[in-house]
């Protein structure tokens, strides 16, 4: 695009941004934090104003009186970043004084694509994690304090992670009373982004498939070749090592200790160590609500790609997908049958790969037929008993066990399948990932549930009268205050540690309910856990003591030793890592992943590295990378768009990463059983430039 183009393109663009932009208050006029630029020069959105950021930590700070956001709900701003790689900013509210409570939103963008920044500002409640992606504003995600907004006078936004430097515009920063409506149509100064494939059109790299008949030939030759496809003699007929038997076959899979060592062991007896990608499936889903003006090609929905297209309610928002994925398997394999052929494929590339496991979030029905080792999730809907705080169910209620035994019955697909290791019950709970205790988001934005009411029983077990309740919490405080209504001011440290005690409790009884009725499902399999993250809070050990194995996700450079000894010492049991990868921007994607390495060379010795020493760990008994394929370049439901997989969009494996794990997965028992020592061969680890 020549320089008169330009100029004609964005001003047109910017005249209907501005015609969409709803009213609002502007803010006071920023100031300078760090070393941000402002920088002179028409930009794509009108009234916008170019920015640069030399560092993590520039950006711009806003001051105003006390309350001035009080009669706000929203704040939003339009904004677009240059570049062909995402960036991540950091919104932060601040209540004033000495140690000021702070509310944090973050949040990335998509290069090269108009998008509204639109803060609910209910979200300082903490009752929610994530706030709806919508078009290249993506994954805003709440955290920090909850804060009163009648006492915030300061907020800043700066960039996070980005490939630095960073450089974005945006129009002032405004408070409104009134909900800011979504761009239906973003500003494109580079115009399309993602090419017929599925593919990035701002990026070039030697690997990108260059035509249909190209993908076509590649996915054919895969197939043909699926059968031929082995694992090595040395594994048993589930992935096992035929080199160590671990008693007689008990026709399912189990944990046992052996020598200070914790092992899976397969259902004919053999020592077993979990290894695979999570997401088998045809997983490349490209969000397109609100971008489709910045796709090349979008497939006839009602004839033969029809499969390829999916709508979900979230957020109280339409989500609508094209899996490109999905379109170029149909594309090479035919509308009929097309599914069955990919999972032949991608089956026959684990075994290449010498990969053992399908792991999480599979359409693990394939696994189930093929007889090839797999894991399952389940998935807790609290419809009789209702949520308390984010996504914790009131535990208390009378109908709670009954959801319990409707969660369980999912089992019953797999119950007696002797592939089937186990089942993880949960991942990440968005409650985990707040400030606060479940028990305290509770008091604060439930007004009334069976919960609070055992809350109330339990402190007045504990205390006479509300005289003692408000001595012993130094604080004003009474049970009718505990019991009903929803709480208003700080606690004091003497009410969380109460506070936490019944936090204990909440989540033993939610863990153990729900363990117990999988049980009696299914007596057969592993109970793997609920994927937290990291060591487990000391009021939460409890309830984990229900589990047979601790699954965890750890993005590090590598699992941490010390990690899987304190769980070991905690709770008696071995740890399993539900996710990890490395990724790079050098393939087309904007994002590299969570761990973040220069080339996909590197990708494959950091890779080799994580596996092989958390399988020397002796109470490490697997780890499961996300995902067998990279996430779609526009994003997927959430916006990641990151490139952490074994094949691109096109099936194209990655050579680097598939070569290096298949020379750790054919020594790996031998490290596991301590014969042979862990690679030590790191790359440079980078920083992260992903959400």
Not at 602 to 614: K, M, P, Q
Request: proline share 6%.
């Amino acid at each position: 695009m020549n320089r008169r183009t330009f100029i004609e393109t964005t001003a047109l663009g910017g005249a209907a941004a501005a015609a969409a932009r709803p009213d609002g208050t502007s803010l006071p006029e920023p100031a300078i934090v760090g070393n941000l630029e402002r920088q002179s020069g028409m930009a794509p959105i009108e009234g916008a104003v170019w920015y640069k950021a030399a560092a993590r930590g520039d950006g711009l700070e806003w001051r105003f009186p006390a309350g001035t956001l009080q009669k706000a709900t929203w704040l939003w701003s339009d904004m677009l970043l240059d570049g062909m790689d995402l960036a991540v900013w950091l919104l932060y509210l601040y209540e004033e004084g000495e140690k000021p409570r702070r509310f944090r939103l973050m949040f990335g963008a998509l290069a090269q694509c108009g998008f509204r920044v639109r803060v609910p500002l209910a979200a300082v409640d903490q009752s929610r994690w994530l706030i709806e992606r919508e078009g290249a504003y993506l994954k805003p995600l709440v955290g920090g304090d909850r804060v009163d907004l009648s006492k915030v006078s300061r907020m800043t936004l700066t960039l996070d992670r980005g490939a630095q430097p960073v450089r974005w515009c945006m129009t002032p920063l405004a408070a409104t009373a009134t909900e800011v409506k979504r761009i239906e149509k973003p500003v494109l100064p580079k115009g399309k982004l993602l090419d017929e494939l599925g593919q990035s059109t701002l990026h070039e790299w030697s690997a990108k498939t260059r035509s249909v008949a190209e993908l076509k030939q590649r996915v054919q030759g895969q197939l043909d070749s699926a059968p031929r496809q082995k694992w090595p003699d040395e594994f048993s007929r589930w992935g096992g090592w035929k080199a160590k038997k671990l008693g007689d076959p008990a026709g399912f899979f189990r944990v046992q200790k052996e020598g200070g060592r914790w092992w899976l062991v397969d259902p004919d007896g053999y020592a077993f160590w979990s290894n695979g990608p999570d997401c088998v499936r045809v997983d490349c889903d490209a969000r397109y609500d609100g971008l489709e003006t910045a796709l090349t090609w979008m497939p006839e929905a009602n004839g033969d790609f029809r499969d390829a297209y999916g709508t979900r309610i979230g957020g109280g928002a339409e989500r609508k997908h094209i899996n490109y994925l999905a379109a170029n398997m149909i594309r090479s394999l035919g509308a009929a049958g097309w599914r069955e052929k990919w999972a032949r494929i991608a089956l026959a590339e684990l075994r290449r790969i010498r990969f053992n496991t399908v792991g999480n979030w599979s359409e693990w029905e394939f696994a189930q037929k093929a007889k090839f080792p797999y894991v399952r999730p389940l998935s807790f809907r609290a419809q009789r008993s209702g949520w308390v705080y984010r996504d914790f169910p009131d535990v208390f209620h009378a109908q709670f066990a009954a959801d319990a035994d409707e969660y369980a019955s999912q089992l019953a697909t797999s119950a007696n399948d002797p592939a089937f290791i186990g089942y993880f019950l949960m991942n990440e709970p968005v409650w985990g990932f707040s400030s606060e205790l479940p028990p305290v988001g509770m008091l604060y934005n439930t007004p009334q549930c069976v919960t609070r009411g055992e809350l109330t029983k339990w402190l007045r077990a504990k205390y006479d009268g509300d005289a003692a309740l408000a001595a012993a919490w130094k604080m004003p405080a009474t049970f009718e205050r505990v019991a009903q209504g929803k709480w208003q001011g700080t606690f004091s440290p003497e009410a969380i540690a109460d506070l936490r005690a019944f936090g204990t409790r909440m989540v033993d009884v939610y863990f153990s309910t729900i363990s117990k009725a999988c049980r009696r499902a299914d007596p057969k399999h592993l109970n793997l856990g609920m994927r937290w993250q990291g060591i487990p809070p000391d009021w939460a050990v409890e309830g984990m003591k229900h589990f047979d194995v601790y699954s965890l996700n750890s993005y590090r450079p590598k699992f941490p030793r010390e990690t899987s000894d304190k769980i070991n010492a905690l709770l008696n049991m071995p740890t399993l890592v539900g996710e990890w990868h490395f990724g790079a921007v050098d393939v087309g994607l904007p994002a590299s992943g969570l761990m973040h390495v220069a080339s996909q060379a590197d990708r494959g010795r950091a890779y080799r590295v994580y596996l092989e020493d958390a399988a020397a760990q002796p109470n490490c008994v697997g780890a499961h990378w996300f995902t067998l394929y990279d996430q779609s370049a526009l994003g997927r439901f959430d916006g990641e768009n990151y490139n952490i997989g074994f094949l691109d969009i096109c099936n194209r494996p990655y050579e680097e990463i598939g070569k290096a794990a298949i020379a750790s997965h054919e020594r790996l028992y031998q490290v596991a059983a301590g014969q042979v020592p862990p690679v030590s061969d790191a790359p440079k680890y980078l920083p992260i430039v992903a959400l």
